[in-house]
């Protein structure tokens, strides 16, 4: 059935029958949608008629042109406006005052599954029923323009936003986010922010929201049954049914029920492990059962081709093998082609004299019934029979494929099967991953980092196999690996895409235990990027699925110990972390690592013993090496001298292989020299700090004019060389809120005193404090000391200066096209303008390469979920976004200073070995300085500023107090801005 907004444009026309189109009038003055829709389509019109009659009229000289009132379009057009202007002014006559009940009123049944912190909203009605058309259901009425005008110039915000999104819907979901924005927080705000947001479909941002709520009230009943929601959407049923069976025990009435309503629904949702180890048992059974036998839907199970290989392998005659050609049918049937019903006949006409025995020698291999002297046995007859798929089962199962890779690789292709071509490459990556993992990888060979780069390489060489349907098993295992090796290399963004691909596989094809790894992963994400609230719903998950596996167990409560601790929620942390210990197992070296930091703030007796059973019992990887740090964190605190001891040795031990670029090591050394830094800061070892700080960069440090600032969870230590090159310092461990985004005042007027003789400070900031605004005064001159070696000076020749501008934005986004970039170029540098569909980011990247200056004009924007913040671009082969990875392998060899005009381009990524951003990314790749911004800013006033910092840099001011003497400009002038403390140099 048509709503009455479906009617707007036939209502302009004059197509609606005289009934609909009262139906029309009436709804018009509560529809906000129409009233802005409808003078636009008048206008069109009238301009549409107006072209068709100047094209069809001949102009002529001596009559006059008729006056507009008389012209049949312009009278229509004024009585359609006057149509309008009559109905809106007849609701908006002056008259007695909206009560609350008829503004918020709901009848019987309320309209959204949600609920709202309005006392007047809160008392329980039963959901509406929905409409199975699918469309959305239309509020009896929309909230009229004048109620919500009324409410706006009372500042009633919370109300305001209410009304409009429960009478207009989802339409109406930002305008109520924005009116929110305007209250100060609350757990009420929070949580009905939380309420909108699951209104406009984003489940992620309403948990977020929901999570601040309780935090500030916790077990509020709206904000749980908003959590409630989002968990559902998110697909974790596990978890939303624990916060339902919350509600349900604070026994509200009508809301208890229904929460206990949802507790059932979505228990009934979590898939079960029994289901998974029945299909395992199912699959097995093709050993010794007809396949005839199986469900019929068995095939539609992604891991029935894996249990399908292995039937035919162990087959002990011909017929037994033809009697898989069905199945093979059906299989072939969903990924196309007949590679599986040819590998049925090919093996049906082996000679089963000599192959029997190897099937049932392999039967026993499947089940476990061979030694390893067997195994090798067995390996032995496979290669010399010529049954090249015994030859690949036997290696799977053996583990022994590395070892044989060449050899696997050759088979696999030789198959012609695909799934084969896929497991290959699978094996290939694990195998260039574990020798990146390698204290030393091997002699002559690549780099640590390099091995790790081709085990990416491979796995994402391998994915145009796996639009093959009959595939997805195999698919969703390299996507897993894909996940688990660019979170090590901290690439979140592909870390999560990847994560979330193969999540979509695994439950579309129901498998358990894929489905399973890919939360773990997707929650490993999150905890890297310090989003709690989606570690804490994801680890939860598993949890909920799964109570029966210890070493999970361990992991997970590991886990969620570390997320608190990252909070500093260090009693919530604790409790996890003895939850970890109960199982008796011992923790893993990441485990550790939180232990040894929760000891600080809440320790426990046996705590060391735990850590040194982990060092223990830790695989000579480099896995070793967390745990030994580990070990050397909590010792330090307790004992410095043999604390220091065991880290000084561990430097030794990781100092080549992080070079190498060994991430595991990478962080190590990272971890090792925070622990060194802070024992001898606080005790007032403030120079041997600043050595320490000399020998983590492996270059020299200013000798004046410096702050050197590093933060660790509940610990502060500065670093002050002012203009004579006097040292002072500061420690603190007395946070216990987490570190806030902007971080003004954690610099105390204390260490800014020695500083203010200087002409411009360099600061020297430890991840994850690199990179944020406010850590000095904006009456400073300073910048980001970002990569070692001297400070590059402007290079040799004739300036280029490249500018970026007016890109040509894909179509599938919703942004607005940024005003026209006035360039402030210097008199004697080359101009060179890219922009339209060419300013791509393969195009950008290239033209850097020679450049000395550089103005990048677009939007910035931040991927959600992963904090990572790129460009957008002209699209082009590999997408729109020019991302930091990809700019981190650019070579810009002559060193340009980059202006980056584009919103939140300075935004810092959370990591606590290296700074992770674009700034950071340009530096890395060759710029020698970068001016960038962590918030929104507007085009033409930021147009201004950028070249009038340019303009005194090119008149000899130093870049830092370039920026610092504008940005005051601008205040004197009365300009203030947000933005302005928010860009940020970096040198």
Not at 706 to 728: C, I, K, M
Not at 948 to 966: F, I, K, N, T, Y
Request: net charge neutral.
């Amino acid at each position: 059935m048509a709503r009455p907004c479906d009617n707007v444009e036939l209502f302009v026309d004059g197509e609606l029958p005289p009934a609909e189109a009262e139906v029309f009038r009436q709804h018009l003055p509560n529809c906000l949608g129409c009233q802005r829709e409808l003078p636009n389509l008048i206008q069109f019109r009238y301009q549409a008629s107006e072209h068709v009659r100047l094209v069809g009229e001949r102009p002529s000289v001596s009559a006059p042109l008729p006056a507009s009132w008389r012209r049949p379009a312009a009278w229509a057009t004024a009585a359609l406006l006057g149509a309008l202007l009559a109905v809106l002014a007849v609701r908006q006559r002056p008259g007695p005052a909206l009560g609350t009940d008829e503004l918020l009123a709901q009848g019987p049944e309320r309209r959204m599954e949600q609920r709202f912190s309005l006392r007047e909203l809160d008392q329980y009605r039963p959901l509406a029923g929905t409409h199975m058309s699918g469309a959305p259901q239309a509020s009896a009425s929309g909230a009229s323009y004048e109620a919500l005008s009324a409410l706006e110039r009372t500042q009633d915000f919370q109300k305001l936003a209410i009304t409009d999104v429960l009478h207009n819907g989802r339409d109406a979901a930002k305008r109520a986010l924005e009116a929110l924005d305007k209250l100060a927080p609350s757990p009420d705000r929070e949580s009905d922010r939380a309420a909108i947001l699951l209104e406009q479909g984003d489940f992620i941002a309403a948990l977020h929201a929901a999570d601040a709520a309780l935090a500030g009230r916790p077990r509020m009943p709206q904000a749980l049954w908003n959590r409630g929601l989002a968990l559902r959407e998110l697909q974790l049923p596990g978890m939303a049914a624990q916060v339902f069976a919350e509600i349900a025990s604070l026994r509200e009435p009508g809301w208890a029920d229904e929460a206990a309503g949802k507790v059932g629904e979505l228990r009934r949702a979590i898939p079960d492990r029994r289901g998974a180890e029945a299909l395992k048992e199912l699959g097995t059974s093709l050993l010794d059962v007809p396949a005839s036998s199986i469900p019929s839907d068995f095939h539609l199970r992604p891991s029935a081709r894996l249990y399908f290989y292995d039937a035919v392998r162990t087959a002990p005659s011909p017929e037994r093998v033809s009697n898989l050609e069905p199945l093979a049918r059906k299989l072939d049937a969903r990924a196309g082609g007949r590679v599986l019903q040819d590998y049925v006949e090919r093996v049906a006409r082996a000679d089963f004299k000599r192959r029997g025995p190897l099937a049932q020698d392999y039967k026993k291999l499947v089940q476990g019934r061979l030694s390893r002297s067997q195994q090798e046995q067995l390996l032995a007859q496979v290669r010399a029979s010529g049954e090249d798929d015994l030859l690949l089962g036997t290696l799977v199962l053996m583990g022994a494929v590395p070892e044989h890779l060449e050899l696997f690789e050759a088979k696999a292709t030789a198959s012609k099967d695909p799934w084969f071509v896929l497991t290959a490459a699978w094996f290939r990556a694990q195998k260039d991953w574990a020798q990146a993992q390698q204290e030393s990888p091997p002699a002559g060979r690549e780099r640590a980092g390099e091995y790790a780069e081709r085990a990416l390489r491979t796995l994402e060489g391998a994915l145009p196999l796996c639009h093959t349907p009959g595939l997805d098993y195999r698919c969703t295992q390299l996507r897993i690996d894909l996940s688990t090796y660019s979170t090590h290399l901290h690439r979140m963004e592909e870390a999560r895409a990847y994560a979330e691909e193969g999540l979509t596989l695994a439950r579309r094809g129901g498998e358990w235990f894929l489905e399973r790894a890919l939360l773990q992963n997707l929650a490993q994400v999150a905890r890297m990027v310090n989003d709690g609230s989606l570690a804490r719903a994801y680890y939860g998950e598993v949890l909920a699925r799964d109570a029966e596996d210890p070493d999970l167990q361990r992991r997970l409560h590991q886990h969620l110990a570390d997320v608190a601790w990252h909070e500093l929620r260090v009693d919530e942390a604790r409790r996890e972390l003895d939850a970890a210990l109960a199982t008796g197992l011992a923790l893993s070296p990441s485990g550790a690592f939180t232990l040894a930091d929760l000891a600080r703030l809440k320790s426990a007796p046996g705590d060391e013993s735990h850590l040194q059973r982990v060092l223990d019992e830790a695989p000579k990887t480099s896995k070793s090496w967390v745990a030994k740090h580990a070990l050397g964190r909590f010792v330090i605190e307790r004992d410095p001298a043999r604390g220091r001891a065991l880290l000084g040795d561990l430097l030794q031990q990781v100092e080549g292989p992080a070079k190498d670029g060994n991430p595991t090591a990478q962080r190590v050394r990272a971890y090792s020299f925070t622990s060194l830094l802070f024992e001898a800061g606080q005790r007032g070892a403030h120079a041997e700090a600043l050595k320490l700080l000399e020998r983590e960069r492996d270059a020299p440090l200013p000798s004046e004019c410096l702050l050197a600032a590093t933060v660790d969870s509940e610990r502060t230590l500065l670093l002050v060389l002012d203009a004579r090159g006097a040292l002072t310092g500061y420690f603190t461990a007395s946070r216990r809120q987490p570190l806030k985004q902007r971080v003004d005042g954690l610099v105390p007027e204390t260490v800014l005193t020695p500083l203010r003789g200087c002409r411009q400070v360099e600061v020297l900031a430890r991840p994850p404090l690199h990179g944020r605004a406010g850590l000095l005064p904006s009456e400073f001159a300073w910048s980001y000391l970002t990569r070692g070696g001297e400070r590059l000076p402007p290079p040799p020749g004739r300036p280029r200066h490249l500018v970026v501008s007016e890109v040509q934005l894909p179509k599938d986004r919703e942004l607005e096209r940024l005003n026209a970039w006035t360039p402030g170029f210097g008199a004697d540098e080359e101009q060179v303008l890219l922009s339209g569909a060419q300013a791509t980011p393969a195009r950008v990247l290239a033209a850097m390469e020679d450049a000395t200056e550089v103005d990048l004009v677009t939007h910035g924007e931040i991927t959600p979920h992963s904090s990572a913040s790129y460009l957008v671009l002209a699209p082009d082969v590999g997408g729109p976004e020019l991302r930091g990875p990809r700019v981190r392998q650019a070579s810009l060899k002559r060193a340009p200073f980059v202006v980056l005009a584009a919103c939140k381009a300075a935004h810092t990524t959370y990591a606590v070995h290296e700074p992770l951003s674009l700034p950071a990314d340009l530096l890395a790749a060759g710029a020698r300085g970068v001016l960038a911004s962590t918030e929104r800013l507007l085009d033409k006033e930021v147009n201004v500023f950028f070249n009038r910092v340019r303009e005194h840099m090119r008149s000899g001011q130093p870049p830092a107090v370039a920026l610092r003497d504008e940005r005051e400009a601008w205040r004197r002038e009365g300009r203030t801005r947000a933005w302005l403390d928010t860009i940020l140099l970096f040198e």
